[in-house]
């Protein structure tokens, strides 16, 4: 036996061993009464937050925090009540000490329902929706010895049906519409072998408890922290390193290049190149990092590089080709490809472990109603008052400037004036008239024409969501929509507090924030999009919902209800402020000049 060869066989007795050793750990934990919390994370993965844990020396079940410091992860315990009740008590935190006696966030009953501290049913646990069960289920390929259960949280209940006397509403329509519960996570429980007493409560059940009550309420990590924990993560360099690697290797073998001489080593030199896989995969990972730091993240990039596309079964057939490669290279036709090939695998475990599964979400270019067949008719004109509009998209690369006519009838007009709810019931005040004013049903052929324009003007210049609702809002700023307080305009207004219907705003071409953000609230609603109409003491604004993903590369100010510019989430929405007096402000932008507190919000359907 030469010394190759001794080498090998120490190295795999050794590996033996541990293998061994390994095994019985893992066959131990199972054996030991405990359940794991699994949260389910944004990219559809589950991730294991928490441990419930049965301590023996207190004979109760203990809840621990495995996303804190390790010093500080024992959170609560998950007790049996004087009323029967499994309920979690944890730690209080008052600042001056972390240990400052117990609260009690709610309980879980023996049918698995999850309950507040306050007695209102927040979730459940089960395997299926609306099925509440804390027993859980058994997989044969685990050889039956864990029990899993997912946890869902109770979605708030609404009334779908707004009028009782509605006859076309129906029971079925009902429950079409109403909201759905949503699973959160799963737990998993190990050291329960008999099947389950009923008067019992499992520890899978404990767990469910512990996750719905506590690590749902928990803060995310401050954006800053999730930044720089991304910015210095391994995974997202695994798979490019791998496609390096294999470029430089094929160079190497291609042209058969002898950097070392080992002649102990025999033909299994070929395998030590795929240690150089490990200096590459740090190599680019820190030009990651330099290029984060320099201001030209590459972070987009290497996403579209790694993202598995809705098909994680691919990644489990790529490593099976991959190890059936390395295989037969050992065993069939020599090792000269082992490092490329391991490097491959590598690569795509730590893919497939590590990047998102979920698939790509698309996202419509713009949301317009289909148009009455009518407007596809020529307007007659004759008579009629004419306006121009010119307006210009503020956008960074994009060019496009819009040219639109409208014609307005004067008796119209006339009659809109009339019946403006400032002007008839002056004395119910801004914030009652404004209501009449959005619930008063007036002709939006006018909103539906300037609607069309646009969406056939962003088809034809590929622009995409974003820059498309920014086209809107544009049309409404100056120079398009001057802005021209009541006061100076006595002919329309009567030189008083007026906010007028959005066909006023469109044909006197000027009026003051409220007017405008009338006009603005009535396109994006026309256009289909969920619009907010905002008031504060001396202004009058628009928030509208779009997806948070359309803002990765915008640099946003943004606002609450709370007075802060944080963002607006509402129904799982999230809406961006819009000003609409000035010139050259984004959807997003809160400039010097916008006041720091809303005091009202009206979000239109």
């Avoid at 210095?232 to 291609?254: E, G, N, P, R």
């Avoid at 959005?502 to 619009?531: I, M, Q, S």
Wanted: net charge negative; charged share 25%.
């Amino acid at each position: 036996m030469n010394t190759f060869e001794l080498l090998c066989t120490r190295l795999g007795i050794l590996a033996g061993i541990v293998l061994v050793v390994y095994s019985l750990y893992r066959l131990l934990r199972l054996l030991v009464s405990q359940a794991g919390v699994h949260a389910l994370k944004a990219n559809g993965k589950f991730r294991q937050e928490g441990l419930v844990k049965y301590n023996l020396f207190k004979d109760n079940y203990a809840a621990y925090d495995l996303t804190k410091d390790f010093a500080d992860q024992l959170t609560g315990e998950i007790y049996i009540g004087d009323d029967g009740k499994a309920w979690l008590q944890v730690r209080k935190d008052d600042g001056a000490r972390p240990d400052s006696g117990f609260e009690k966030l709610g309980y879980i009953d023996l049918k698995g329902n999850i309950y507040d501290r306050n007695h209102c049913l927040a979730g459940y646990v089960g395997n299926a929706p609306g099925q509440p069960d804390m027993t859980g289920r058994r997989k044969w390929y685990e050889l039956f010895l864990r029990c899993h259960a997912n946890v869902y949280l109770c979605a708030r209940q609404e009334q779908v049906l707004t009028d009782a006397g509605n006859p076309d509403a129906t029971a079925a329509t009902a429950e079409a519409e109403a909201p759905r519960d949503r699973c959160i996570g799963k737990c998993i429980e190990t050291g329960r072998f008999r099947p389950r007493n009923p008067d019992r409560y499992t520890a899978l059940g404990r767990s469910a408890a512990f996750l719905l009550l506590y690590r749902q309420t928990q803060p995310p990590k401050p954006a800053g922290e999730n930044l720089t924990v991304y910015r210095y993560a391994w995974s997202d360099t695994a798979l490019i390193s791998a496609f390096l690697f294999a470029v430089l290797y094929a160079l190497f073998y291609l042209f058969n290049v002898n950097l070392i001489n080992m002649p102990f080593l025999g033909d299994w030199i070929v395998l030590l190149p795929t240690a150089f896989y490990f200096p590459v995969w740090a190599l680019v990972r820190q030009v990651k990092i330099e290029q984060s730091l320099s201001g030209k993240p590459v972070e987009h990039f290497l996403m579209l590089f790694n993202r598995n596309t809705g098909l994680a079964g691919m990644n489990n057939l790529i490593l099976l080709f991959a190890l059936a490669a390395v295989g037969i290279s050992v065993f069939v036709y020599g090792r000269d490809l082992i490092p490329f090939q391991m490097a491959i695998l590598i690569g795509a475990w730590v893919n497939g472990k590590y990047i998102t599964r979920m698939p790509w979400t698309v996202y419509d270019r713009f949301l317009v109603p289909q148009p009455d067949a009518r407007d596809d008719e020529e307007e007659d004109t004759a008579g009629m008052i004419a306006r121009n509009y010119r307006w210009e998209l503020d956008a960074d690369e994009t060019r496009l400037q819009g040219e639109l006519n409208l014609y307005f009838a004067q008796d119209e007009i006339n009659e809109l004036r009339s019946r403006n709810p400032f002007r008839t019931d002056a004395s119910l005040g801004f914030d009652r008239n404004i209501e009449t004013l959005f619930r008063e049903k007036t002709d939006e052929r006018h909103l539906r024409r300037i609607n069309r324009y646009i969406s056939t003007r962003a088809f034809e210049n590929g622009l995409g969501g974003l820059e498309t609702m920014q086209f809107i809002l544009d049309f409404v700023q100056e120079p398009n929509i001057r802005y021209l307080a009541d006061e100076a305009s006595p002919d329309e207004t009567g030189g008083v507090e007026y906010a007028r219907f959005p066909v006023e705003t469109l044909f006197d071409r000027h009026g003051d924030c409220d007017c405008k953000a009338v006009l603005a609230a009535a396109l994006f609603r026309n256009a289909g999009y969920r619009v907010a109409y905002i008031t504060s003491r001396s202004h009058a604004a628009i928030a509208v919902a779009c997806p948070k993903e359309w803002f990765s590369f915008y640099h946003t100010g943004k606002l609450s209800e709370s007075g802060s510019k944080a963002l607006i989430d509402k129904d799982g929405l999230y809406y961006y402020f819009c000003e609409t007096t000035g010139d050259s402000f984004r959807i997003g932008d809160c400039g010097a000049n916008t006041p720091e507190e809303f005091t009202e919000f009206r979000f239109l359907k």
